[in-house]
């Protein structure tokens, strides 16, 4: 799933390769995906790209008139860029991964897409990006949060840790594998609750969560769109390297997954060397 630096990332691709562009055409190929119908579709013909910009994980392109097309890319959703497309037909509904289709006036523009069968990415066609309901609900950004915004909002979600830091009401932009990440970094079990975090393992956490998703950003920022998530890949420490070498201490990277879902963690690095039990079997290790 796209998180806070990717978003970030096909933000700033938008805003060197789409701004000061007009409309010619915006196709809705996948019916499902377009949540909103007032304004309309159509509505942003003719109107120029002034902006792109990020709230939490969901991406926001700004036309002019206070329009925007705000998308939240779910599990497998993407945005390609095309210098042209192939044909000028438009898309047929139903057809292919291609969900929402940007065409601008010189003949370029972008495609948001989803793989898989399981339909998730969502876009809204609103005047304030507030209209969102997923938008609305956001917490403090993880990246602007300051230490005191960041453990007053830790602490007002009782939960593990892992559940909080990803839950965005609580802070947007964490998502699974930069949850990992931080936690990795922070040297913090995914199963500690937070109610038990001392002021030094939270001023620690913060650290970690900055460093972590600012040197994500600057890795992803100016990379073309193609290649962002190799680029996500290559500086993972854990998260999704089940059964290799910790780069830290040289522990096995262990999992625990869950019915939709897994997680990664070190246990030379943050759980004092034992292994945490999968939940649905046996008791939890803290």
Known sequence: MPELPEVEALADHLRRRAVGHRVARLEIAAISALKTYDPPSSAAVGRTVTDARRHGKFLDVVFDDDLHLVVHLARAGWLHHRESFPSATPLRPG?????VRVRLDDGSGFDLTEAGTQKSLAAYLVTDPAQVPGVARLGPDALDADLATFTERLRS??????????DQQVLAGVGNAYSDEILHAAKLSPFALTDRLTDAQLATL???TRRVLGEAVTRSVGQRAAELKA??????AVHARTGL????CGDTVREVSFADSSL????GCQTGGKPLADRRLSRIVR
């Open 245 to 248: 070498p910790c780069p830290v």
């Open 157 to 166: 979600r009782r939960g593990q840790v892992k559940g909080v830091l990803t």
């Open 206 to 208: 913060h650290e970690a």
């Open 231 to 236: 680029e996500k890949r290559s500086g993972l």
């Open 264 to 267: 990664q963690y070190c246990p």
């Open 95 to 99: 057809k292919g991964p291609i969900a």
